[in-house]
């Protein structure tokens, strides 16, 4: 199977570098099939510069600001069979390209693969509480998943999809500003397994926690996420952009 990282950038040029060595660093030493794609979403600063300074990775531009857009847009852009959509601010820990590869071999019924975020800048008793959250969170999912049928669970910046899968979806709902992994987890899962599992956790900054708080964060993504679920579209109107 071939893989295609799919990494959305809006003025990341302080960030994109890690994340693309991570990537990088994973790939040393195997023989995955593995392309590497940049979408810079209306960038006003060197993201694409230094995206593209990078070896064997292909910057594409998508014009229109917006996390979804620029999704879609390396959606179209990939040929992998797979598609990682990782941000700009994530950093992929050892392991977790033969994570992906494992679970995809073993079950040709998965159509979409998830993990946790661990925030790299934040202190353990903030990742402590992420990961209570989660335990949440994943109870919710088992519920609606395995009982009510309705959806799966993946996590935005770590969520792994197939391909024809996402063809056979259309793709990303351009209605949606943010919260796509909601989405995308609701509607894939008719056509195959949605799995979120804490072995494929992923290095992310946790900045937005520091801007808004945890608590409010949390309480944000949970209402969006059974908002999409019961009325299919996102109770927020609006999301910042946060970049410190």
């Not at 693309?20 to 600063?45: R, W």
């Not at 064997?56 to 390396?74: D, E, F, I, N, Y």
Request: charged share 25%; glycine share 8%; proline share 3%.
């Amino acid at each position: 199977m071939k893989l295609s990282f799919a990494i959305p950038a809006h003025n990341e040029e302080a960030m994109i570098g890690g994340c693309l060595e991570s990537v990088l660093t994973e790939l040393k030493g195997n023989d995955y099939d593995v392309e590497i794609i940049v979408v810079d979403n209306a960038s006003t600063d060197r993201t694409s510069q230094v995206a593209g300074s990078f070896d064997g990775v292909r910057v594409v531009s998508q014009p229109r600001k917006g996390l979804t857009w620029a999704r879609h847009a390396g959606f179209l852009a990939s040929t992998g069979d797979l598609i990682a959509n990782i941000d700009a601010d994530t950093r992929l820990p050892k392991g977790w390209l033969d994570t992906v590869y494992k679970e995809f071999s073993e079950n040709e019924n998965l159509v979409a693969l998830s993990g946790p975020h661990v925030f790299y800048d934040m202190p353990k008793t903030v990742n402590a509480s992420v990961r209570l959250f989660y335990y949440f969170g994943y109870l919710s999912y088992l519920i609606n998943y395995y009982l009510l049928k309705n959806a799966g669970m993946l996590q935005g910046g770590n969520f792994i999809v197939k391909k024809s899968a996402m063809e056979k979806i259309g793709g990303y709902s351009l209605d949606f500003d943010f919260y796509e992994d909601t989405d995308i987890a609701h509607r894939i899962h008719k056509h195959g397994h949605v799995k979120f599992t804490f072995k494929l956790p992923i290095y992310a900054s946790g900045r937005r926690l520091k801007k808004e708080g945890l608590v409010k964060s949390g309480a944000q993504y949970a209402l969006n996420y059974f908002w999409i679920l019961m009325f299919k579209k996102p109770y927020a109107k609006e999301f910042k952009d946060i970049r410190n």
